[in-house]
């Protein structure tokens, strides 16, 4: 099984740190410091959040875009339920995310947006492709 590992560039840690946890994220202290949050969906995701002096690291010649205007990438979540992805938007709107687009409801697939604090969006969304209208 892979696993996919996604590192955000965040301005404040401990307020980002504390947005994941009240979306269902859970803290891996053994891999978080000063730095970073290595946050914990599943088996399979994690969310690393970092600091911008340590992101920086990683980018070479690269800068860090401010992600409240600049999107470079859509993490997109896929949940169980219409009912799962309401409460997990709920909660990433409780916890001070923002959201992004008006709800959406193809039938095969429902989703809801939105941006945490530091203006990464995330697609909740539902999906059955078995109701997918054939093309």
Request: hydrophobic share 40%.
């Amino acid at each position: 099984m892979a696993k996919l590992y996604i590192n955000l560039p965040v301005t404040d840690l401990l307020r980002a740190t504390t947005f994941y946890e009240a979306i269902g994220f859970t803290k891996n202290t053994d891999f978080s410091n000063e730095d970073a949050s290595a946050m914990i969906w599943d088996e399979s995701l994690s969310v690393m959040l970092l600091t911008p002096g340590f992101c920086t690291n990683f980018l070479g010649k690269k800068t860090i875009s401010d992600a409240h205007t600049t999107t470079e990438v859509l993490n997109a979540l896929e949940l169980d339920s219409h009912e799962a992805v309401d409460a997990f938007f709920d909660k990433a709107i409780t916890a001070g995310g923002k959201k992004t687009i008006e709800t959406y409801d193809h039938g095969f697939m429902y989703g809801r947006d939105f941006e945490d604090p530091d203006g990464h969006i995330w697609e909740a969304f539902w999906m059955d492709v078995s109701q997918m209208p054939k093309q």
